[in-house]
């Protein structure tokens, strides 16, 4: 399959379901190898089917996040295979629990910082130097609008994405100089189980599909992208922050 990213290798967490299943599949049309990680194993071999049915390739990790010497040897493996890596997507992602600060369970609110945010800078901790490897690196990072709006009762989840964006800021500043590009995003309301769970009442039919959000995403993994430490809006279409080192 010849593409935007032919020859080059991508690893995308959440890849199981919504948001992370379709940009697997987008990234893998577009000629990437893409190394889909996730616990849900059913999950991961319903993408392996769909990608291979479009003629592309995977490799699937059946892995929790939460185990940080799996996300070690996740970098190890590549580093062995390929010597680089070329797209992060680090996608996965928990609600948690709408609920009023004071009133969040201890152990759902440790489990949800450790998924959100723990596991995004254990995997950059290990695929960061592969990344930079490439002639072409670029990491993205799944935030939410919630960062930003903190609505009352959406406290944890908003604290772990605001902490996500600011790793991902701080990480372009640091590889400013580099082909490494590093954004975050916001791919705003989407049709998936999170946002069912976090607004039963909705009718799905009323939000962008997965794919379609995936699709809009796309631009950030290719080769030809230059803005760096930056928040990508899906609905608007463009980034909304670039920042720059002082
Ligand atoms: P889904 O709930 O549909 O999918 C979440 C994915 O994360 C699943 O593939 C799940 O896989 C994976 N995951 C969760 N916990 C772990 C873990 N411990 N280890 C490995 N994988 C894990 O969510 P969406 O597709 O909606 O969300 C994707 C991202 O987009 C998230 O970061 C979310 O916060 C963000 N987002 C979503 C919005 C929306 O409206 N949908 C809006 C704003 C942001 P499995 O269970 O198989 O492990």
Known sequence: MSGRLTDRVAVVTGASRGIGYEFSRVLASEGAHVIAVARTVGGLEELDDAIKAEGG???????????????????????????????????????????????????????????????????????????????????????????????????????????????GKSWANETQKLPLRVNSVNPGATATKMRAEAMPGEDPETLPTPREVAEAMLPLALPGLTETGGLFDVREGRFLQVSMPA
Do not use: C, Q
């Open 57 to 167: 390739s995977t490799t699937l990790v059946p892995l929790d996040l939460l185990d940080s010497a799996g996300i070690d040897r996740l970098g190890a493996a590549i580093f062995e295979r390929w010597g680089k890596l070329d797209v992060m997507v680090a996608n996965a992602g928990l609600l948690g629990v709408l609920s009023p600060i004071g009133h969040i369970d201890p152990k759902l609110f440790e489990k949800t910082m450790a998924t959100n945010v723990t596991s995004v800078w254990r995997l950059i901790r290990s695929l960061d130097p592969l990344l930079r490897r490439s002639d072409a690196g670029r990491a993205i990072l799944m935030s939410s609008g919630a960062a930003h709006s903190a609505k009352a009762y959406w406290g944890l989840y908003a604290a772990t994405k605001a902490a996500v964006e600011a790793l």
